[in-house]
């Protein structure tokens, strides 16, 4: 059974750009959620999207957005980058309830300069 | 909202010994789930034991164990006979039992170091 799929694992991008980060959940899984981890602040609760429709929604700024396809992967956008989004970007896969378990992708390491 | 608190920044332990890592947390539900994932170098968090509030029995993973204390909303790791490969970031999580409207909330981690 194929793991969690993110994609890319590295990204440089400057201030101002905008990024496109991709989670491929294991297969049967409806619900995708994302996280932010930096060395200050630690894990973070971005969004959790489940069947096509966010679910939940973390203390994010609209900067910060996602969308899921009918194949449940997910994608997450940052728009206008500030040097603080630098972080890692994890998604994880579940089949919708706690009781299911989460399993995390490797994220993508996003620097912004 | 809910906190998780790891107050160990780091531990270190001889290979072979034993290890027990804390975590403590503050909810005011009563039926929750709580995690420990384990992060090594590669980034990927690997989920090492889940324990359901409502279940008195401690969970336990082969060599991983927890001790999971309700009323005092406590829930230390345990790891016996330490192995090199058990270095890494370990992170205690809590999710209430409908997957919370604040996903995951970790605590800010422990890195364990296993000397040879």
């Known amino acids: 059974k194929a793991g969690v799929t993110q994609t890319p694992r590295y990204l440089i991008k400057t201030r101002g750009q905008q990024v496109t980060l991709s989670c491929s959940p294991i297969s049967g899984h409806r619900s995708v959620s994302w996280y932010q981890q930096t060395p200050g602040q630690g894990l973070q609760f971005l969004f959790e999207?489940?069947?096509?429709?966010?679910?939940n929604k973390g203390n994010f700024p609209g900067r910060f957005s996602g969308r899921q396809f009918s194949n449940s992967r997910s994608e997450m956008n940052v728009s206008t980058l500030e040097l603080g989004d630098s972080a890692l970007y994890l998604c994880a896969s579940s089949l919708g309830l706690p009781s299911y378990g989460y399993t995390f992708g490797s994220g993508t390491r996003l620097t912004v300069v | 909202a809910q906190t998780v608190t790891q107050s160990q920044p780091e531990m270190s332990v001889q290979e072979a010994e034993t290890v027990t890592l804390s975590c403590t947390y503050d909810t005011s539900e009563s039926d929750y789930y709580l995690f420990w994932y384990k992060q090594p170098p590669s980034r990927q968090m690997i989920l090492v034991i889940r324990?359901?509030?409502?279940?008195?029995q401690n969970a336990t993973e082969n060599r991983f164990s927890v001790n999971f204390q309700k009323a005092a909303k406590s829930f230390s790791l345990k790891i016996s006979d330490s192995q090199l490969g058990d270095a890494a970031m370990y992170f205690c999580a809590y999710t209430d039992s409908g997957g919370g409207a604040d996903g995951l909330t970790f605590g800010k981690g422990t890195h364990l170091i296993i000397q040879p």
């Open positions: 324990q359901e509030a409502y279940k008195q």
């Open positions: 999207y489940f069947s096509e429709t966010q679910r």
